[in-house]
């Protein structure tokens, strides 16, 4: 959370935080140097800085080159809880310190200012009478009199105790789910990669169980799905009694999903307590409204292997053992081996692998282009300009294959460079064709993290581009923030060596958290994309409604154009434009175009 005050460019947050009358002040010096006298002139300055400083809404505490205290204005008296003529003339340490957010050591502020090492604005916590760590912002400017041997210093301090709290709200709702309170698929995942590095470094011993829910269906269909959230509550307040909450992690997953991490403890152990957890299940006896119904779950039990890379994996390899366990009538647990031959042959390795090459010889990928529209209404109204391209995959039949079936399947064998690179390429000699200039179209690509971990592909796209000979500015590239997380450094290379060309960058499936606002500040990228299960849900969710409004402000502050997907009907348009939100995608402005004819529409 420290971070988020660090993110906010320093030149817009300064014009916030020295507000009207202290500008106007350090104008009025100048005045004043050219119609007094020099004897006057410094008595003249302090009056104007005084008077100027009584009604900003910042505390300002001034201070000599010895740190000793000579003014605060008013807002500084309620803050630190002296007046004026008790604070004059005490050493500010006397008053208030300021913390470092992370390592809790003192911050030297008046020591850097004097080294002409003054931030623009900074985040600390402030220690005084009756205040521990409140949350502040802060920025020092020297005061320079005439005929003075030295400069004064001036501390404005603002409180961010409010935005802190509400930035601590916004981080737990997108990190839990709102039904139930347990840790949703995303926060689960952040405590999954930390069980990861455990295991890997220092051989720790945890195991994951995915439950799902045998009767869900049924229950929904006969009691309604009041009925069905009533039975979800009541499963996961079993569960919890299930678990051993100093150690273990609970989160619900899905619809009628949960996970359950069994932490430092043997898999034999661990596989007792599945066991008994599926006992539980089965002896649980459901009612509401009268009806009854048994409750049983399909359970798959995963023991954190060393060469388990990543959560997704994880979780996948789950996914697949625990569709086995359906497969054989549910209320079971099956346990997930590496080489299980029913895992492989349900994950369809064999399958996919084929289909997937004999796509790529028979050319069988096509690609789409989605229109990214302002929001504006005048700009609404004009012609498309700016797309996300799409790749689709066409069977034997000429019958589209769901991208939610082919691009997972290319992740999990390692296909996804070779499909990124088709991508580009084909992309890039397609935009040959275009013509038209003003207003030059943008066509964003996404790529794979595997792509961003190839050290030869950021040198592909060069060349590609470099051969077609084509605008770089038609060329956006969206990456996920969990790949730009994943390697921080590798992505910021990415980014600066093809924006140094003229191509623009789009940061996809953008979170509200205060670790996303963190990563940011080191991104330059040119556009944020918003996670659309908050656009999806932004007319009826007062927390995802909260959520797009955050990033939108966060990302304006910092100069960089907000898309909103999933933008499916008109109420949501209306709403994202009450909201600023620049640019929308989904349905409810075009469904993705064939590649060829949004072409034509840019051939002059």
Known sequence: MADFFNILPNSAMLVLLLTGGVVLAIAGWSWFVRRHSRRQLQLAQQNMLVSALADVQEAAILVDANGMVGFINPAAEKILKYKIRSARGKHFS????????????????????KRNDRPMLRHALLNASGLNE????????????EDASQPCYMLLLRDQTELYALQLRLDHAEMHDAHTRLLNRKGFELRLKVAIDQVHKHGVKHSFCLISMDQFKLVNDSMGHTGGDVLIERIADMLKDEIDGRRDVLARLGGDEFGILFQEIEPSVAIRAAEHVRRRLEQYDFQWNKKRQKVTASIAFVPLYKNLRTPNRILSD???????????????????????????????????????????????????????????????KKPF????????????????????????????????PRLDRWVVSKLIQTLKEVTQKVPRPVFAVNLSGQSLDEPAFLQFVLDEIQTAGISPGMLCFEITERVAIHNLELAQHF?????????????????????SFGYLKSLPVDYLKIDGSFIKDIANDDVANAMVRSVNQVGHLMGVKVIAEYVENDRVIQILREIGVDFGQGYGISKPIPIEEVIRNHVI
């Open 385 to 416: 300009c700016h797309y996300e391209t799409l790749v689709r995959l066409y069977d034997e039949n000429n019958q589209p294959v769901p991208p939610d079936e082919f691009i997972p399947a290319a992740e999990a064998y390692s296909m996804m």
């Open 134 to 145: 409140v949350q502040m912002t802060y920025t020092v400017q020297p005061i320079t009199y």
């Open 94 to 113: 006397d008053l208030f310190a300021l913390i470092e957010p992370v390592t809790h050591n003192p911050v030297p502020w008046l020591d850097k200012a």
């Open 495 to 515: 980014i600066e060596t093809l924006k140094g060309l003229g191509c623009s960058f789009s940061l996809d499936d953008f979170g509200t958290g205060v670790s």
């Open 318 to 380: 789950a996914d697949v053992a625990c569709r086995i366990a359906k497969s054989r009538g549910g209320n079971r647990i099956h346990i997930y081996k590496p080489n299980d031959q029913e895992i492989l042959k349900q994950q369809g390795t064999i399958v996919w692998l084929g289909r997937l090459k004999k796509a790529f010889e028979a050319g069988n990928f096509r690609l789409v282009a989605q229109p990214i529209h302002p929001l504006e209404p005048a700009e609404f």
